[in-house]
Structure formats: structure tokens, C-alpha cells
């Protein structure tokens, strides 16, 4: 089946420093890649949408020179969380989606927990 | 525009009971339907699909059949096991939209006790 991981799984910084979090699809190629925040007993926010080779689409109210997404191929998708500071801590999940998918179906990584002191 | 609603939750359940976690919709194409499963600390699984009107999707002993007449889709098995306590989200996909995201409900969490 589709997989996708993301690396680190978790990761504890301090303020002010920035973050990178890798998503990759591992045995197909993702066309479409989607951003997500979780906290703690809430359902999944999405932050931005991206496809290969173009500039990701955020949503209303995410900064996106906060939050920076690069989708530079069809394999690899990074989000980078700058200058982190603890309101950023949160649970980050990455999902993935081919041109084959059926019918929209999305594949999703294991997510990574960011604690930001 | 396009939307989930999900029973709120917690469900707590003794194991071997019965569950049922209602899911409706509101789509302006015809969706597909999914059910995905977040155990703790997790990302999300999907657990069963249904594309159309009818169509009944299974996995693991859960069971949900795609109802258009009532625009619903809801999750069930008969006989719930400890490991079975996890977070599940009914979520859409409205091909007619374009390159967009699933939609999520907001998500039920299931404790079963033994």
C-alpha cells in the first residue's frame, strides 16, 4: 500500500530557532500534498495544500513566512517552522495524494511532535 | 460549501459491546465517503472507504454502507476490543471541487474498557 513518513517523529527546540519536518512518499508519487496541525484532543487543522513545482495554497489565518512549504518533487514535501516559538508546539502531520488515488483517497504520515521551549 | 458531522464524543464502551459512531454529510458533488482511525500518539489510518451510493466498506470487522437517501455513513462493529480505543474521523471527498482536501468531522474517541 501507500506510504508515507516524516522525519523527525519528534523534535524539541528553543525559542527562536527554526525547524524543518520531511514528508515523503515512499512508493508513489505525490502530486498533491497536504499540511496539517493537530492539537492535543482536537480534530486536524489544515494548514496548506501544495503541488509539485508550484507554490503551496495556505489557508486563512496560517502565516506563511511563518510556515514555510517546499514541494520540490513529487517524492518530498518539507515544512519549515520559523524563528519556533511554544504557541508553535503542536502536533504536525503530512498527508499525500497520486493522480491515481481513488477517488481522493489521502495517505497520511505518522506525524511529529514539535515542542518548542 | 462542503461538510461532516460527526457524533460527539467520548464513547466508552465494555469490550465485546456494540458500536456505532454516526457520520452525516453535506456535498454538492457525490463524494466519496472514508472512515480513518488515529490510534494515540499516531497519524492517521485509513480504515474503509465506499465511492458510491450503496457501496459498503469493511475492514478489521468495521463496517459502514454509504446512504445517500439519508446522506449518512455510519460506522459500525459488533464486538468492540480494548484495542480498538483510538480517535475516528468521517471524512469526504468531493471530486467535483477540484484538487481539494479531504473534509473531516471533528473526530470521536473510542475508550474501550475490558
Known amino acids: 500500500g501507500a506510504v508515507v513518513s516524516q522525519h523527525p517523529s519528534w523534535v524539541i527546540c528553543k525559542s527562536g530557532t527554526s525547524v524543518k519536518i520531511e514528508c515523503r512518499s515512499l512508493?508513489?508519487?505525490?502530486?498533491?500534498m497536504f499540511w496539517y496541525r493537530q492539537f492535543p484532543k482536537q480534530s486536524l487543522m489544515l494548514m496548506a495544500t501544495?503541488?509539485?513545482?508550484?507554490?503551496?495554497?495556505?489557508e486563512q489565518g496560517v502565516e506563511k513566512d511563518k510556515f514555510l512549504i517546499n514541494h520540490a518533487s513529487l517524492t518530498l514535501s518539507t515544512l519549515t517552522v520559523t524563528s519556533a516559538h511554544p504557541e508553535d508546539s503542536s502536533f504536525y502531520i503530512c498527508?499525500?495524494?497520486?493522480?491515481?488515488?481513488?477517488?481522493?483517497?489521502?495517505?497520511f504520515g505518522p506525524g511529529t511532535r514539535l515542542t518548542v521551549l | 460549501g462542503d461538510s461532516v458531522t460527526q457524533m460527539e464524543g467520548p464513547v466508552t464502551l465494555s469490550e465485546e459491546a456494540f458500536l456505532t459512531i454516526n457520520c452525516t454529510y453535506t456535498?454538492?458533488?457525490?463524494?466519496?465517503l472514508f472512515w480513518y482511525v488515529q490510534y494515540p500518539g499516531e497519524g492517521l489510518q485509513l480504515l474503509l472507504k465506499?465511492?458510491?451510493?450503496?457501496d459498503k466498506g469493511s475492514n478489521k470487522g468495521f463496517e459502514a454502507t454509504y446512504r445517500k437517501e439519508t446522506t449518512s455513513f455510519h460506522l459500525e462493529k459488533g464486538s468492540v476490543q480494548v484495542s480498538d480505543s483510538a480517535v475516528y474521523f468521517c471524512?469526504?471527498?468531493?471530486?467535483?471541487?477540484?484538487?481539494?482536501?479531504?473534509?473531516f468531522g471533528k473526530g470521536t474517541r473510542l475508550s474501550v474498557i475490558a
Open positions: 471524512a469526504l471527498s468531493d471530486l467535483g471541487s477540484g484538487n481539494t482536501p479531504l473534509v
Open positions: 512508493d508513489f508519487q505525490a502530486t498533491t
Open positions: 465506499a465511492t458510491k451510493a450503496d
Open positions: 498527508s499525500a495524494r497520486s493522480g491515481t488515488s481513488g477517488r481522493g483517497e489521502q495517505f
Open positions: 456535498a454538492t458533488g457525490y463524494p466519496s
Open positions: 501544495s503541488n509539485e513545482g508550484s507554490k503551496a495554497t495556505y
